[in-house]
């Protein structure tokens, strides 16, 4: 199995940016499609982003299109996730997922094996 760890999250203002990270180890980073989520005070986890195996494919949320980049970096098992113009809405415990089951990107929490700690991210207005 693999191990997930977030980094980058804190307090910013609206229209800031911030970049997680997700360092992974244990069994080979580039057997995973790897997602980011997102689960806000009262509210149900949600989908951010998606990555392929290969970094090729992406897919967005509606609410982060044009303002959030996810990117891999397999020789150093790590993703990332570029959040630029941050708005107080983007304000949530953000997670992290592996899913080693698919060759193909989903959106669904279901469908991801191993998750992340999370990582803090407010944004004040």
């Known amino acids: 199995q693999v191990q997930l760890v977030e980094f980058g999250g804190g307090l910013v203002q609206a229209g800031d940016s911030l970049r997680l990270s997700c360092a992974a180890s244990?069994?080979?980073?580039?057997?995973?499609?790897m997602g980011w989520f997102r689960q806000a005070p009262g509210k149900e986890r949600e989908f951010v982003a998606t990555i392929n195996r290969n970094g090729i494919v992406t897919r967005y949320a509606d609410s982060v299109k044009g303002r959030f980049t996810i990117s891999r970096d397999n020789a150093k098992n790590t993703m990332y996730l570029q959040m630029n113009n941050l708005k107080p809405e983007d304000t949530a415990v953000y997670y992290c997922a592996a899913d080693e089951r698919r060759a193909v990107v989903t959106s669904a929490v279901s469908g991801y094996d191993y998750w992340g700690q999370g990582t803090q991210v407010t944004v004040s207005s």
């Open positions: 244990g069994r080979t980073f580039s057997n995973y499609a």
